[in-house]
């Protein structure tokens, strides 16, 4: 299933809704099911079950290009994001004229990022006033659905309730200044960050998997102003998503709607193709981020 947020035609409050085939949107706003994506994500398999038979019985639906999407989750509980594409980290690294940190390869890393400043598809991201360098991230986000500790890498996907596509926007001055400090990033990150457009369950991406827990071959393209600038594939991550729910999970409790980041994609922002120097994004911007199975991820810089 592919579960969303929306407005409807007329509306102005959100609903819970499923989109069916590729461009029908059924409203899943009723009684016995919980009205908004955290809820219903913490009210566990049943729950997802009987929405589901809902959404594949209900026949009043609306055309996709008539409802207003909205970040599937707008307000998760933490958004935890990874640092697991090598080839990514690589071309990081080198352009700060250095090795891979031979750490890296011991274990997957992250960081906490603001889960408070989340923007849904086709929102206007605003460049903070702080920042000349602002930048794009490719990167794909697992949503955890059944809480767990400790969770064994191969038992991940029992936890994820699904994938959605993330652009983890960054202000790169300010990220490159906090981090000679040795801590961070911290504000070159915390001003927004991009979801959707919706939530994609596992079973829909089941033709594209490969023998790598929580992994699919899927391409995975940026564009801006319509023009392609990145392109990489999920498969190509060093560390699984079985992986790394494990090491996010390690000594503490990941709870229903807590995100977890991929880390950028080879070649997935403008700080690698352009060796760290720019041109970054100028306002105006049209950033369209697309994952093959999950969907199109589109936001204009003001």
């Known amino acids: 299933m ?51 038979q809902i959404a594949r019985q209900t026949q009043s639906v609306w055309p996709l290009n008539q409802v207003t999407l909205k970040a599937p989750l707008q307000r998760p509980p933490t958004l935890r994001d990874f640092y697991a594409f090598e080839a990514h980290v690589k071309t ?54 059944k809480p767990g500790k400790d969770i064994q890498a191969e038992n991940a996907l029992d936890h994820i309730f699904g994938f959605t596509i993330l652009n983890d926007w960054s202000a790169r001055d300010v990220q490159r200044m906090e981090m000679k400090v040795g801590l961070g990033p911290a504000k070159g990150k915390d001003f927004a960050s991009s979801l959707g457009p919706w939530i994609v369950t596992p079973s829909e991406l089941r033709d594209r998997v490969t023998d790598r827990v929580g992994v699919y071959d899927a391409e995975m393209t940026a564009k801006v102003n319509g023009v392609e600038r990145s392109r990489g594939n999920w498969k190509d991550i060093h560390y699984s998503f079985g992986e790394i729910v ?57």
């Open 92 to 145: 990081a690294n080198k352009n700060r004229e250095r090795e891979v940190p031979e750490e890296w390869y011991q274990f997957p890393v992250f960081y906490f990022t603001n889960p408070n400043t989340i923007h849904g598809p086709g929102e206007d991201v605003a460049m903070p006033a702080y920042t000349k360098a602002m930048d794009y991230e490719l990167e794909v986000a697992a949503i955890i659905g």
């Open 246 to 302: 494990a090491r996010a999970s390690e000594g503490v409790m990941l709870y229903p709607g807590d995100v977890i980041g991929s880390g950028t994609v080879g070649t997935g922002c403008l700080l690698e193709i352009t060796k760290g120097e720019g041109p970054w994004l100028n306002k105006g911007d049209e950033v369209e981020l697309e994952i093959e199975g999950v969907g199109v991820l589109k936001n204009k810089v003001i």
């Open 2 to 52: 592919r579960y969303l947020t929306f407005t409807a035609p007329g509306e102005q409050r959100t609903r819970l809704g499923a989109l069916l085939s590729e461009d029908r949107v059924v409203s899943l706003a009723r009684g016995d099911l919980p009205a908004d994506m955290l809820a219903f994500i913490e009210a566990s398999a049943p729950t997802w079950a009987l929405a589901e």
